[in-house]
């Protein structure tokens, strides 16, 4: 059954426990509190025949909240002067170096030339994940000598490779660290400074991954992240292997930074750019 047919069925209902059951539908399907509340205080009072369209409008409406930011998620800042650079983050096993690979192809497709930087030099074989994906895009891979490094002088040298070769766009992939750990949070913001030495506008795009299957746990993500980092976009992932997707809504309720790309699978074509209408309409009908 669709979100829509549950909570249709809940609605034909006249008895007092509507609101209850309805809360419980929304909750269950990762919406958290403050994105149900608000979600039924818009449905509260409209006739039963516009349930739907107004049910769609009000989570629409959520997930546009940061569009003033951000009104074409799909277009990856571009510096005036290449190497524009990209940071990826997020925790463990969300899809960041999957995504990086996807962003790099959307990047080759519409004629900006690649480079990717492995800078996460803490788990064993991740240079090499990175490396793999690079000799199928056919671009340039640089990083450092494996674990342990640091991944604000592998993004330092990265950039500065970039500059050298004139290539367009450095994507940056870091290691999955837990958004509880202030230490590795703080890990991130020097590569943040060390970037913006070699440039000062530099990073263009910083980029927190969330895992659409983690439910509330990627709305503490998000804010832990967000508080640390000055994100400029969330890409969500796996939404292929979740029926909810309710937390995306979540997150946007709880913090300001805009949705740019929904995963959809582990290939290089599954990223789409994100549409608040579309993906309200597939949460609630669909
Ligand atoms: N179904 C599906 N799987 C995905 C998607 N994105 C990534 N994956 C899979 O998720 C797993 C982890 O992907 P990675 O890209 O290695 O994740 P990561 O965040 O870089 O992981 P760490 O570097 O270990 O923190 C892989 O099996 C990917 O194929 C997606 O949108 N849909
Ligand atoms: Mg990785």
Redesign the pocket.
């Known amino acids: 059954m669709t979100l829509w047919e549950r909570l249709a069925r809940v609605f034909s209902r006249r008895d007092a426990g509507v609101r209850e059951e309805a809360e419980r539908i929304l909750l269950e399907a990762d919406f958290g509190v403050a994105a149900t509340a608000e979600i039924l205080e818009q449905v509260a009072r409209v006739p039963d025949g516009d349930l739907q369209p107004a049910l769609e409008q009000a989570v629409a409406r959520i997930l546009s909240a940061a569009a003033p930011f951000q009104s074409d998620p799909g277009r990856l800042a571009r510096a005036p002067e290449p190497p524009s650079v990209m940071l990826v983050f997020?925790?463990?096993?969300?899809?960041?170096?999957?995504?990086?690979?996807?962003l790099g192809h959307r990047l080759e497709r519409e004629g900006r030339s690649v480079l990717l930087a492995a800078a996460?030099t803490f788990?064993a074989g991740?240079r090499e994940?990175l490396q793999i994906w690079a000799e199928r895009l056919r671009v340039s891979c640089v990083g450092g000598t494996g674990k342990g490094g640091d991944p604000a002088a592998v993004a330092f040298d990265a950039v500065a490779a970039a500059r050298a070769r004139g290539v367009d766009t450095v994507l940056v992939?870091t290691?999955?660290?837990l958004h509880t750990e202030e230490r590795l949070l703080a890990e991130l913001a020097k590569v943040v400074r060390v970037v913006a030495k070699q440039r000062p506008d530099a990073p263009h795009e910083s980029l927190l991954?969330l895992?659409a299957t983690a439910g509330q746990n990627a709305v503490h993500q998000a804010q832990a992240f967000a508080a640390a980092l000055p994100l400029t976009g969330i890409i969500v992932?796996?939404?292929?292997?979740t029926a909810k997707g309710g937390s995306v809504v979540a997150v946007q309720r709880a913090i300001p930074v805009p949705i740019r790309f929904?995963?959809?699978?582990?290939g290089l074509e599954?990223?789409a750019e994100f549409d608040a209408q579309s993906y309200a309409k597939r949460l609630v009908s669909e």
């Open positions: 997020g925790v463990n096993g969300v899809g960041k170096t999957t995504t990086i690979a996807k996460d788990r991740a994940q992939d290691a999955g660290r991954v895992d992932t796996k939404l292929d292997g929904v995963g959809t699978g582990e599954d990223l």
